[in-house]
């Protein structure tokens, strides 16, 4: 492997040994580096890696003396116990993403980034490019961890970046990036909304003439010129898309949530020259991607949708637009700053079913808008919201999983909780159906 800068006489502190930073140890294996050190604060990893208090010491000694800090996407560095000590090596600090930049700076890619629909917009790129002839690969903040890939002289990369991701990167050159929508979203980790905006422009900062930046939000057109970036403007239009849209026979990419993401994938498959009828052949036999509007179950006049990913109001809101006599769970760790716009969808709401340690919070955002009830587990919720739904005897009824907010309260991630859902909706029906 070509390594473009020489990083074989770099020292480097890796911090965070979850599954990026196992990548990164994997990846320096690879590539013959050997002068690193590493640090976990979770003692189940400590033990693992046989690190110790005298190691700790060492490792943020060396913060100071390393040429560059590689920290995993997540840690909020402005809260750390040694916050002083990254602050002033801030300079330093990498991620993932940017090593996989520095060693492959021939690579072509596209790089997704966004508060909605990263991941689906991701695996429809990749679902199309690999219909039409493209050696392609997936990873980021999506499957595998980007230095897992194995990457080939004519690959094309789609990476999905997260805002955590993109904070801390400085080498990041897609050829093509896409910034798909902006709404509140991790402001209690970046501090401010605009924060959040910048760390999601870095995908643009270090593109040339050569390179496509592709954006539908006004505001980010406004700041994308201010800012005078190299790259060429590609303005993504919804009804250039809804030329075709009609064409597309495929019920999961016809959904109101897919709209915006389709019009980025048919803006990029244009610059990337795909055909349109082959576009539009492509598309017919992609399938959606688990937790994210998934209907995974229909019962007589009942259909059971797990829209486990949706951990903002502003992504649940798809799936209360496009269902009516809606049983909907919701409730988890709440985003700051966030505001749930019920008026115009409350009508196909019959009930709301709110879990988790922070229900109070959204009785505030429900009050006077929505019937609910109090359940705080995802199993109470589940039983009460199917017994309820048999009073809709003769229209279709939709119990709906999308919790507007995170689940780390009670899960270890939006997985668990989709899968947890989706097991106790099967098992309630075999025993009582």
């Excluded at 003396?65 to 330093?92: E, M, T």
């Excluded at 929508?181 to 910048?198: A, T």
């Excluded at 597309?248 to 009828?277: C, G, P, Q, R, T």
């Excluded at 019959?350 to 808008?369: A, D, E, P, Q, S």
Aim: net charge positive; aromatic share 12%; proline share 1%.
């Amino acid at each position: 492997m070509n390594i473009s800068l020489d990083l074989s006489n770099k020292s480097f502190a890796i911090y965070g040994l979850g599954n990026t930073g196992q990548s990164i140890i994997k990846y320096f294996k690879k590539l013959g580096i050997k002068n690193y050190v590493i640090w976990d604060d979770n003692k189940a990893l400590k033990s693992y890696w046989r690190l110790n208090k005298k190691k700790e010491n060492l490792f943020f000694k060396f913060l100071n003396f390393a040429d560059y800090i590689i920290v995993s996407p997540g840690i909020n560095l402005k809260k750390n116990r040694f916050r002083n000590v990254f602050l002033k090596n801030k300079h330093k600090i990498i991620t993932d993403l940017d090593l996989f930049y520095m060693t492959n700076p021939k690579i072509k890619s596209i790089v997704v980034t966004g508060t909605n629909g990263k991941s689906t917009t991701c695996k429809i790129i990749e679902h199309i490019l690999k219909k039409n002839g493209f050696q392609v690969k997936l990873g980021g903040n999506i499957g595998n961890p980007i230095l897992d890939l194995k990457v080939k002289k004519n690959s094309t990369i789609i990476i999905e970046a997260s805002s955590f991701q993109l904070f801390y990167s400085k080498f990041i050159k897609p050829n093509y990036a896409i910034i798909l929508n902006i709404s509140n979203d991790h402001l209690d980790w970046h501090g401010s909304m605009n924060n959040y905006i910048l760390s999601k422009m870095k995908i643009f900062s270090l593109q040339n003439k050569n390179d496509f930046a592709f954006i539908n939000n006004k505001n980010l057109i406004k700041k994308f010129r201010s800012n005078k970036y190299l790259s060429k403007l590609k303005i993504v239009k919804l009804k250039i898309y809804e030329q075709i849209k009609n064409s597309i026979k495929n019920d999961y990419l016809s959904l109101e949530a897919n709209v915006e993401n389709m019009s980025f994938v048919y803006a990029l498959s244009k610059n990337l020259k795909i055909n349109k009828n082959l576009f539009i052949k492509s598309c017919q036999s992609f399938k959606g991607l688990e937790h994210r509007h998934e209907i995974f179950y229909k019962k007589k006049n009942k259909v059971f949708i797990n829209d486990s990913k949706a951990t903002t109001f502003e992504a649940t809101k798809f799936a209360l637009k496009n269902n009516k006599n809606i049983f909907w769970i919701m409730g988890g760790q709440p985003k700051i700053g966030e505001k749930f716009e019920l008026k115009k969808i409350k009508k196909n709401i019959i009930k709301t079913y709110i879990i988790g340690k922070h229900m109070k919070i959204f009785v505030r955002h429900l009050k006077n808008n929505v019937k609910f009830q109090l359940c705080k587990t995802l199993t109470n919720a589940t039983y009460l919201a199917i017994n309820d739904s048999k009073n809709i005897i003769n229209d279709r009824s939709t119990i709906l999983l999308s919790p507007s907010s995170a689940s780390y309260d009670q899960f270890r991630n939006f997985e668990e909780r989709g899968n947890q859902f989706k097991k106790l909706v099967k098992n309630y029906l075999k025993k009582n159906y």
